[in-house]
């Protein structure tokens, strides 16, 4: 038997990346989230992937072996795992490429190699990792809120001080935000925190944002009024959620939407809506 998705409460869980597509185009939300409609291999998306875990790799060797050439060779060995786990994404961060480059598995590593360098440089003018011992890498972190929602995401690295100070750090592949929109690129990081004083009872001492694409670093310091007033806004957020769940979502123009992969089924491209999906019950 199926029921909507529109009976009970809706939705029991929220990540950062989820309450920005709602955020951006609820429309976007619900293709992805509902519909789970399949979405090309972004070239960008899975180079920046590949950079996340290398870093996560690298951090895991002895600290004095923590070097731009050995986390080089972390992307790569990322890189030839993916060729085998998932071949169409491999693909993707081939296109572009003349035959001569891509003809033997060497040259197409170092060509995807090559962007991902520019990035890793980049990370060790920001860091010195040999003076960093990393509390946890790739954290998955949830917590339920007083509400019944959950909260949860990844945390690319925590940072505890010997004090037992706590710093939460995002690595981000992409150019820093203009100014006026850095509190909107924290949003994410004081989801985090939330999450983080939720499971633990501490808030911690500091965000922080690398952003690799031209070096900038972007920190925060938050505290519990600052938290507090964020719950706020993912609860409004779940709110808003529920409320097109009945009402519908809507699509949200932007500059964005030229690198939407579901132009066919927004009006605003020309596309259909499809109808609303159905849930198996529990």
Known sequence: ????????????????????????????YRLRVLDKLPEPPSAVAIRGTLVHAALEDLFALPAAERSLERAGEMFAARFDELTRSDPPAARALLDGLDENTIASPETAAEAVLAPARSLLETYFTLEDPTRLDPHARELAVSAELESGLTVRGFIDRVDRAPDGRIRLVDYKTGRSPGSGFESKAMFQMRFYALVWWRMTGDIPTRLQLLYLKDGQVIHYDPNAEDLEATERKILAIREAIAKAMTAGFQPSP???????????????QGGTIPPMPVAERG
């Open 254 to 268: 932007s500059g964005l939407c030229a690198y939407c992969s579901f132009h066919e089924f927004c009006p605003a």
């Open 1 to 28: 038997m199926h029921r909507p998705y529109s009976e009970g409460v809706f939705p029991k869980t929220l990540s950062p990346s989820r309450a920005g597509d709602f955020l951006t185009c609820p429309l976007l």
